[in-house]
């Protein structure tokens, strides 16, 4: 095989003296969870971070059962469950009219995939997984940039901005959105949504109004949503509200700020009004993907995470799907060692590539129709609600590719759910209804 070189570097310094196996670029949720996996397969693992110490910004997350199920094989599902909360059911509603739309009964979906849906602060999940590395004995690195990485005869090497360096077997970049590594494999850039998402995550106590936390609540509208659950046992609340910027549609470098936040939202229910004025307003996220690719692999070097497979966040899978890239990176590597712990490195390497990009791209791809579908407007937007007040609640033929076991080969991948035409809803029959009905921009 030829060895693809990226960057040379001159410089030798080291980093450490000690050796490992794996190095693991970027300490967020997908690093850690990866560098648990493969130190619990008896790996010696070190993870590069850039920032000054290990942490997460932001709020909430929703962990379904596909992430469940592997929490609970790492043994650490107790856990994750004392700090979160299991909501019994996920209800969408209409964001104009605030009626319900659907809902999942979680209580039944347990029952039927093994595992519990959950919702837990972002810094909780990571914080599991940074003490469970720190049991197994992973070299935790802090403000420590990658900038290069090069294949080597014997594995790879990373250079830091600093000029110091770093090798091992193999090395995973799991450095995120913005990931350096990715250019080894595509010059692409992230793509821009022109959605923007404020979170807030506050004392219950202060929500302002009566807010129903057995339910994760989604609503969505015009060129708008809004989420909001509990968290930590149900002691705070978690709100997210996403809208698309007609700045950022303008061209505008300035978009996504708190003026754009209020009228997004002005036209919304009272339910969801509520919620806008708790929203942080010093900060945002501005909400961009990439194209998938079916690549991952260069050498001794390996993508996972969102380094990978950045989504759009409307299906809440993307910290879930790195943390199945580590899980099934770590299989393979378990099923691939020789009796004297050598490992078929480059069959594990191909085994996680031949399984993981073509789910991503499904979770991908799905997740900007869905936001499409989430968003709609006028007679779409009420053939879209016809649809969904239809669905039989305990129909799970739209879960079944995400939520079973995570594939551990191309076989072992359920096939996807079958798309419903919004034009199976006569538009005819809607049109009365859409008289005088408010676009909401
Ligand atoms: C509003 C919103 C809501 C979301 N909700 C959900 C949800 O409900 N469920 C879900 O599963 N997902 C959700 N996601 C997606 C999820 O947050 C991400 O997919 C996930 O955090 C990606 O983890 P990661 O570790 O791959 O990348 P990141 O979290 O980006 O971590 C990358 C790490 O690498 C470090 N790093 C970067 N560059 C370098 C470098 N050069 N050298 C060294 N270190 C570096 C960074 O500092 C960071 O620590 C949501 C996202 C958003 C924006």
Redesign the pocket.
Known sequence: MSVPVFEESNVTTPISANPVDVLI?????????AAYALAREGLRVRV????RE???V???????PN?TRILHDYGLLDEAKSLGVVPQSMVMRDAVDGSELTRLDLVDLEREYGFPYM?IH?SDLHGIFLRACRRAGVDLITD????GYENTPSGARVT??DGRTDEATIVIA???????ARGLIVKDEPVSSSYV?Y?AAVPVGQAGREVDLSEVSVHIGPHCHFVHYGLRGGQMLNQ?A?FESPKALAGEEDWGTPDELDAAFAETCEDVQAGIPLMWRDRW?R?FDRDPIMTWVQGNIAL?????H??L?Y?????????EDGWVLAKHVATRRAADGAIDWPGALAAYETVRPEHCRRVLTTARAWGELWHLDGIARLQRNALLRARDIYDYSFTDWIYGPTALTPEEEPPMFTPIALDSVPAADLAEASVGMATVR
């Not at 590069?48 to 920032?51: I, M, Q, V």
């Not at 799991?174 to 350096?180: F, N, P, R, Y």
């Not at 996972?304 to 990978?308: P, S, T």
């Open positions: 670029v970027g300490g967020g949720i997908g690093g850690l969870s590069l971070e850039r920032a290990f942490g997460e932001g709020a909430g997350l929703q962990i379904a992430c919702v972002r420590a940039p990658v900038s830091l901005e799991a450095d995120g959105l913005h990931s350096v998402a979170r997210v996403v996220w909400m996972l995470g969102d380094a990978a950045p989504p966040q299906m809440a899978q993307g910290a879930i799907m790195a943390i």
